[in-house]
């Protein structure tokens, strides 16, 4: 059964950094691109960026390039969505989601259960 | 301001048929696929349409996609209850070197 499971809940402050992951299994974690996607309270989907962890190929979208790093550990097929600098306007629900194929980045099949992100002094 | 536009809301009696509109441009509907999901309160978005109008198995045939030059439709036909949801496009944007992109949501009311 193909499963992708996301780490808890967390309360940072401004300023502060975190590191949110997503483990998959039950399918090839190297052969299929993962997706972030950000959801802010009561607003819609923001695509964000894609990793291939076979190579580590990474795409951001341009409103989250330099605002975030993601990155994937195929050795233990987690992949990781990061901030150095957290800011109040980062309190979102963050998903993360595997592709249907390695072709296609827009289509999620299967996703996380998502991670609630909230920032706050 | 999302890339792709959808009507904020829609609604629907049990039974009827309703569609949910998708306009993008050049740069993303009308030169790539369109993919639908459907966001049930309080859960994970769900893959419901990819590829502008195929089902994933387990999606009802009740659900249909199709597409046109720069937009695409979400139809719903034996609307029911369960069906009361946030339903999102996206797309592929090959503008600003490429990105994916998704609709701003449309909220389906079952009356």
């Known amino acids: 059964e193909v499963q992708l499971v996301q780490s808890g809940a967390e309360v940072k402050k401004p300023g502060e950094s975190l590191k949110i992951s997503c483990k998959g299994s039950?399918?090839?974690?190297?052969?299929?691109?993962i997706g972030w996607v950000r959801q802010m309270p009561g607003k819609g989907l923001e695509w964000m960026g894609i990793i291939y962890p076979g190579d580590s190929d990474t795409r951001y979208s341009p409103s989250f390039q330099g605002q975030v790093t993601i990155s994937a550990d195929k050795s233990i097929s987690t992949a990781y969505l990061q901030w150095s600098s957290l800011k109040a306007s980062d309190t979102a629900m963050y998903y993360c989601?595997?592709?249907?194929?390695?072709?296609?980045?827009?289509?999620?099949?299967?996703w996380g259960q998502g991670t609630l992100v909230t920032v706050s002094s | 301001q999302s890339v792709l536009t959808q009507p904020p809301s829609a609604s629907g009696t049990p039974g009827q048929r309703v569609t949910i509109s998708c306009s993008g441009s050049s740069s993303n509907i009308g030169s790539n696929t369109v993919n639908w999901y459907q966001q049930l309160p309080g859960t994970a978005p769900k893959l419901l349409i990819y590829s502008n109008n195929q089902r994933p198995s387990g999606v009802p045939d009740r659900f249909s996609g199709s597409k046109s030059g720069t937009s695409a439709s979400l139809a719903i036909s034996g609307l029911q209850s369960e069906d009361e949801a946030d339903y999102y496009c996206?797309?592929?944007?090959?503008?600003?070197?490429?990105?994916?992109?998704f609709g701003g949501g449309t909220k389906l009311t079952v009356l």
């Open positions: 039950g399918y090839s974690f190297t052969s299929y691109w």
């Open positions: 996206a797309a592929w944007d090959d503008s600003l070197n490429g990105r994916g992109v």
């Open positions: 989601a595997k592709t249907w194929d390695p072709t296609t980045v827009t289509v999620f099949d299967y």
